[in-house]
């Protein structure tokens, strides 16, 4: 795909890119959007550099791409609820979404996209890990596609693995959900609605088990899938520095932050986008 407003670096032969000649304190030309959308299709996750950006400009550029959806469980800033800080405390153990997963995928319309922008990072560790769930699909044998395609998967904001990450915040930050629906029926495989490829659409934060069969029978296959989802040919690393910003797209990508920074804080802050029922 042919960029002229953008300039497009890969972060590696799987997924990713790095984008320059954006400042996202300006205001963007439609030309300049279009460029950044199709850059996240072409290569699910973008990443700019060097953005001292307030929460309002941060806000403004995640509008450019889709409605704003709030998180659940975890409360939001006072004067911008609709950004979430991404926080590990000096004397925590746990980071918030710390292990493999596919954000939200417990709501019934999970998010399209997710923003990350870091503010306070430790001196070393705390990259972020993101793997292709389209190349995990396309790499499973036709038999083990055959299996799949059609099998719906439950996933749960409750399984335990998941559910401890937020602990931490939710002890300081937590948001009355007591409405809200966490348990969601999705496919296994799932077609993105602008290209139209097929991607894996399980992961080992949310989902439990597939609809029609228990935990103990499915987790054979599923823990197959969960293994091959995170193969070192998928993924892209990405490493923070204060004033970056990453965008993914949640359908086809996962994502883990890796925890190796005990005794530092890192803050980061986050804005989910809404997103359909996926089919």
Not at 55 to 79: E, H, K, S
Not at 85 to 98: A, R
Request: charged content about 25%; glycine content about 8%.
């Amino acid at each position: 795909m042919a960029y002229e407003k953008i300039n497009v670096t890969r972060m590696s032969g799987a997924l990713g890119a790095e984008l320059s000649g954006v400042d996202l304190a300006e205001s963007l030309t439609a030309d300049s959007v279009e460029e950044i959308r199709n850059a996240l299709y072409e290569f699910g996750v973008i990443v700019l550099r060097d953005q001292d950006i307030t929460p309002d400009q941060y806000l403004t550029f995640a509008r450019y791409f889709g409605d704003i959806l709030p998180y659940p469980m975890v409360q939001g800033l006072p004067d911008h609820p609709d950004i979430v800080p991404v926080l590990k405390k000096e004397d925590e153990k746990v980071n918030f979404g710390g292990l493999w997963h596919t954000d939200t995928a417990y709501l019934e319309k999970p998010p399209v996209g997710s923003m990350l922008l870091a503010l306070d990072l430790p001196p070393k560790g705390g990259d972020t890990i993101w793997s292709n769930m389209m190349m995990a699909y396309e790499t499973l044998s036709e038999g083990m596609k055959r299996m799949l395609d059609g099998l719906i998967a439950i996933n749960s904001a409750t399984k335990g693995s998941a559910a401890a990450t937020r602990e931490d915040r939710r002890k300081d930050a937590a948001k009355d959900d007591s409405g809200l629906k966490t348990t969601a029926e999705h496919p296994v495989v799932r077609t993105h609605p602008v290209t139209g490829k097929k991607s894996l659409y399980v992961n080992f934060g949310h989902t439990t088990h597939f609809k029609g069969m228990t935990e103990a029978e499915s987790a054979p296959i599923l823990n197959y899938l969960f293994k091959h989802q995170t193969r070192p040919e998928f993924t892209c690393q990405l490493h923070w520095e204060v004033g970056t910003l990453a965008f993914w797209e949640n359908r086809i990508t996962q994502h883990n932050p890796i925890n190796d920074y005990h005794g530092h804080r890192r803050l980061l802050h986050r804005i989910t986008l809404a997103g359909e029922k996926p089919f």
